[in-house]
């Protein structure tokens, strides 16, 4: 996903932000707005150690 933003009352110059996820804005009605942001982080991702018990009490 890459983004550009522009503020036009600043006279700011255009930046761009690259990275990885998807954003949505769709408006419901004239008075509401939705907003969906999806931005995976794969560096906290924690696995957990998979153990079967086999014994006959826990």
Do not use: W
Request: charged share 20%; proline share 2%; aromatic share 6%.
């Amino acid at each position: 996903m890459g983004c550009t933003s522009k503020n036009f009352q600043d006279g700011s110059a255009t930046s761009i932000r690259k990275g990885i996820g998807q954003y949505a804005k769709t408006a419901l009605s004239s008075a509401l707005h939705l907003d969906l942001t999806v931005n995976p982080d794969f560096s906290q991702v924690d696995v957990d150690k998979q153990v079967t018990n086999l014994s006959r009490f826990e």
